[in-house]
């Protein structure tokens, strides 16, 4: 299990194993200029009407290959804010939804961001499929889900047995409250020394639209 931070804020997530747990109940995020501690030292920040490209489509890679994307370059809507990471083209490796994936480890630890428009006092929820490049030595990859800056979920995929046709991704779920007209989302690897880090795919954000949404 990953360590969890003193500040770790806490969350609402019925899908999620109890054992990945960072908390419980549902936590206000930081403001957007919190954001230091995830080590974000990107330019600008570009914010977008809403939530998009989830899936790591976009720019498409090469068939069967991967690029690798440093800190300051954008991949559609998200920017990397620290580190490295690889954007796995269509064949590499089995994406969860559509072609491509996204891996969290380039030869560096690396952590994405996408900033969105949100609506302050509104409860939001977070669906990311996980795996975790199954080609390295250390079966065992950790990262962590940051809402402005702070840590809503820590997570941990195991590799052992899994292959690049049989990823086995798993679903993780959390859910925040709005605090500011625009949210910045971030997914960070936490698996030190490694080239081969864990996988997130089909992240997808939704708006409590009824009682039962969140529930
Ligand atoms: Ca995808």
Known sequence: MPSMRTHTAALVSTLVTAGLLAGAGTAVAAPAHGAEGTGNRSTATVTVSRFDDGSFEYPAVAADKFQSFGTGQTMGPWRVTSGAVDLIGAGFWQAAEGDQSLDLNAATPGTVAQTFTTTPGRTYTVTYSLAGNP?????????????????????????????????????????????????????????????????????????????????
């Open 135 to 215: 080609d390295g030595a250390s079966p065992l990859k950790t990262g962590r889900a940051l809402v402005d800056g702070q840590n809503f979920q820590d997570f941990s995929f195991d590799t052992t047995g899994k292959t690049r046709a049989d990823m086995g991704y798993v679903t993780r779920q959390f859910t925040f409250v709005a605090n500011n007209p625009t949210t910045t989302l971030a997914f960070a690897s936490t698996t030190a020394n490694s080239a081969h880090g864990p996988v997130v795919d089909d992240v997808r954000v939704h708006s409590c639209c009824s009682d039962s949404c969140c529930r």
